[in-house]
């Protein structure tokens, strides 16, 4: 063998090392990203709070993983609250209605950067008065599950930071909240 060939030899030998490491890589990627059906299920009811931002990444990142997400929580919705109407969008939202719930948001007065959510909820479901009650809000990639406590009254109660992304999904007009 002379020395050219040993050259191109060495050169393949190269580029196949470096293809392996690339294909090795993005396998890694996939499978850090890969969200399972019963993923998506602990997610959606809360029973799984480890993987919350993996799925929420997955999500985003993933339309077949979102369209999965979206269809779970067409068929397990308590109650929907799709884009609201607003005559300004100069202004935030004080109140935000679905169907057979209502959010409500106030200022706290010692800290401006607070805001209660208060959820109310007219003819709730037997789990609402024991279990935390889980919304969901979508904004096209955007996800985010909030928690409320169970309901005392018909009413449950949230202090949120005003530039949390769960209160900016809250409280824009065109995110769909699904009610659990």
Same mark, same amino acid.
């Given at each position: 063998?002379?020395? /050219?060939? @040993?050259?191109?030899?060495? +050169?393949?030998?190269?580029?196949? %090392?470096?293809?392996?490491?690339?294909?090795? @890589?993005?396998? $890694?990627?996939?499978?850090?990203?890969?969200?399972?059906?019963? #993923?998506?299920?602990?997610?959606?009811?809360? &029973? #799984?709070?480890?993987?919350?931002?993996?799925?929420?990444?997955?999500?985003?990142? *993933?339309?077949?993983?979102?369209?999965? %997400? =979206?269809?779970?929580? /067409?068929? %397990?919705?308590?109650?929907?609250?799709?884009?609201?109407?607003?005559? +300004?969008? $100069?202004?935030? =939202?004080?109140?935000?209605?679905?169907?057979?719930?209502?959010? &409500?948001?106030?200022?706290? &007065? &010692?800290?401006?950067?607070?805001? %209660?959510?208060?959820?109310?909820? $007219?003819?709730?479901?037997?789990?609402?008065?024991? #279990?935390?009650?889980?919304?969901?809000?979508?904004?096209? /990639?955007?996800?985010?599950?909030?928690?409320?406590? *169970? =309901?005392? #009254?018909?009413? +449950? @109660?949230?202090?949120?930071?005003? /530039? +949390?992304?769960?209160? @900016?999904?809250?409280?824009?007009?065109?995110?769909?909240?699904?009610?659990?």
């Amino acid at each position: 063998m002379n020395n /050219e060939q @040993q050259s191109c030899y060495n +050169s393949l030998a190269e580029k196949v %090392y470096i293809a392996h490491q690339h294909l090795k @890589q993005i396998h $890694e990627t996939q499978n850090h990203s890969v969200v399972l059906f019963g #993923d998506l299920f602990a997610y959606i009811f809360a &029973k #799984d709070k480890a993987n919350t931002l993996k799925i929420e990444l997955a999500i985003k990142q *993933n339309l077949n993983t979102r369209n999965q %997400y =979206l269809m779970l929580l /067409e068929q %397990y919705q308590f109650s929907i609250s799709g884009y609201q109407a607003a005559a +300004s969008s $100069e202004h935030d =939202l004080n109140e935000r209605f679905g169907e057979g719930f209502t959010l &409500k948001f106030k200022a706290t &007065k &010692k800290h401006v950067d607070q805001i %209660y959510v208060i959820l109310m909820i $007219e003819h709730s479901a037997a789990h609402h008065q024991t #279990d935390e009650i889980i919304l969901h809000c979508q904004l096209n /990639e955007q996800v985010k599950r909030v928690q409320f406590p *169970n =309901l005392i #009254d018909g009413r +449950s @109660q949230l202090i949120l930071e005003q /530039e +949390s992304p769960e209160y @900016q999904l809250l409280s824009n007009a065109n995110a769909k909240i699904f009610l659990l």
